[in-house]
């Protein structure tokens, strides 16, 4: 399948402004909007992207539309709000939902754009802002294989690991398992540290013989040093984080499935969110430990 050359990129949050940034720099024509205008006009500057008005203006001259935003409302928002970006992307185009929402509402979304002739792919991605900022981004990929084959170079020039891991709403579901996954072992870590704290341990050599040890985790490798120092500003915020964890609960209970390590994680998180956390780093899940 012909690869694409130009695309709409919608959201230039955090993780939203690198991955276009790369898509840039691999060779695409990027169509971007931002409900901050800004934002867009930057990517322009240091890029060469094109700033669209709208979603419908970005993706009618691209026929291909990224949206990478908070949850699903804002998705459903830019694709079928006033000026949305469905309209712009006419029969034959192809959405693109980056965000992490859940797979019901993935699935409900795709339905929607099918009625207009519109593919989707749900292609959430894992690795947080450093990995967004070099293009090694893990990318999971749930739709059909024809939406995936126009999608690949897309996806190769914004990721270093890419999975088509099933059908519609697959990408949303294990996004969020991993997100809970990371979520819980965070909390975990948080606590450790806060029992050798108070113990009067010397924290640094705790934290290497966990390293060296069974206790060893990617979280322990990224989050311990934040959660020390006392350092969370923002890789993946906690209210994103919180967002995730809550999702995948609320989809393993349709399931029959009772998430009870992933409940008490969601408690501690939303005591940080009630503190005032929600725009740190998740790593201040640890503010709920002391």
């Known amino acids: 399948m012909a690869r694409p050359e130009k695309v709409a990129f919608l959201g230039l949050g955090i993780m939203g ?12 024509e990027v169509h971007a909007w931002n409900r901050t205008r800004t934002r867009a006009e930057e990517l322009a500057e240091a890029h060469g992207a094109v700033v669209a008005d709208t979603p419908q203006a970005a993706a009618a001259d691209t026929g291909v539309a990224i949206t990478m935003v908070v949850d699903s409302p804002e998705v459903e928002a830019v694709l079928f709000g006033p000026d949305g970006a469905a309209e712009g992307l006419g029969d ?10 859940a797979p019901s509402a993935s699935r409900a979304i795709g339905e929607r754009l099918a009625e207009r002739g519109v593919g989707f792919l749900d292609a959430p991605v894992t690795g947080s802002k450093p990995k ?4 090694t981004l893990t990318i999971m990929v749930g739709g059909d ?3 995936y084959e126009r999608a690949r170079p897309l996806f190769d020039a914004m990721g270093k690991l890419v999975l088509h891991v099933g059908p519609q709403g697959h990408g949303s579901m294990v996004k969020l398992i991993n997100n809970t996954i990371a979520a819980v072992n965070t909390a975990a870590v948080a606590e450790g540290i806060e ?15 966990v390293a060296a040890g069974s206790g060893a985790s990617a979280m322990l490798d990224l989050k311990a040093r934040p959660i020390v120092e006392h350092d969370y500003e923002p890789l993946f915020k906690l209210g994103h984080m919180l967002k995730d964890v809550r999702h995948c609960i609320a989809e393993a209970e349709a399931l029959g499935v009772d998430m009870r390590v992933a409940s008490a994680a969601e408690a501690l998180y939303a005591q940080a969110d009630d503190a005032g956390h929600y725009d740190d780093d998740f790593a201040a899940v640890a503010e709920s430990t002391r």
């Open 17 to 28: 402004s690198r991955m276009a940034a790369n898509l840039c720099r691999a060779g695409f």
């Open 92 to 101: 034959g185009g192809l959405a693109i939902d980056m965000s992490t929402i």
């Open 132 to 135: 967004a900022e070099d293009g």
């Open 145 to 147: 294989t024809g939406g």
């Open 195 to 209: 029992v050798g704290r108070r113990a009067g341990l010397d924290l640094g050599k705790l934290l290497e013989v």
